[in-house]
T-cell receptor, first 114, second 112 residues
């Protein structure tokens, strides 16, 4: 039973570059969450999808951030252009519709912007 | 704004002892209070959760105590083991919604 799969696990890139983070939720889960974790701000919800539709993106910090969910088995979080302050661990989580909270998290992508 | 305040930041407990982590919330419009456990290099994992109409929930060695009038809830880990060493997050979900707000986390270390 595969869990939430995120790629890449680590990403190091230079400021100004485009970064794309990927997530495959658990099959049958129709709620998907993107979170960001930093020492200063803890775990923050960036965006929530339900049935592939973005329901709330109020946590997305700036227009430089965008997220898509083209189908039930794939989501991306893109940062363009990236800045050093975007350095964090980004988590994707999924759940069944009835649960409405992040049930299963992936292992995250550790992003470092130089 | 931090709506869920968690304490302590870190905790050291002897093997076999009881670990206690406390959380307080300000917003009364929460309907679900989960706890997550996170090991280094891993994502948080849902550990146990409680709804506000229940004062206590127990699952194995883990117990949540909930005090609705005081707007406080706590996690007790009985017979703590070195394998319990991890970071624990309390959280609260807004009523009828999907936004789960996390506490700042407690780093637990259980000494063998």
């Amino acid at each position: 039973d595969a869990g939430v799969i995120q790629s890449p696990r680590h990403e190091v890139t230079e400021m100004g570059q485009e970064v794309t983070l990927r997530c495959k939720p658990i099959s049958g889960h129709n709620s998907l969450f993107w979170y960001r974790q930093t020492m200063m701000r803890g775990l923050e919800l960036l965006i929530y999808f339900n049935n592939n539709v973005p329901i709330d993106d109020s946590g997305m910090p700036e227009d430089r951030f965008s997220a898509k969910m083209p189908n039930a088995s794939f989501s991306t979080l893109k940062i363009q252009p990236s800045e050093p302050r975007d350095s964090a661990v980004y988590f994707c989580a999924s759940s069944r519709d009835r649960d409405r909270q992040p049930q299963h998290f992936g292992d995250g992508t550790r992003l470092s912007i130089l | 704004q931090q709506q869920v305040k968690q304490s302590p930041q870190s905790l050291i407990v002897q093997k076999g002892g009881i670990s206690i982590i406390n959380c307080a919330y300000e917003n009364t419009a929460f309907d679900y209070f989960p706890w997550y456990q996170q090991f280094p290099g891993k994502g948080p994992a849902l550990l146990i959760a409680i709804r506000p109409d229940v004062s206590e929930k127990k699952e194995g060695r883990f117990t949540i105590s909930f005090n609705k009038s005081a707007k406080q809830f706590s996690l007790h880990i009985m017979d703590s083991q070195p394998g319990d060493s991890a970071t624990y997050f309390c959280a609260a979900r807004n009523t009828g919604g999907f936004k789960t707000i996390f506490g700042a986390g407690t780093r637990l270390f259980v000494k063998a």
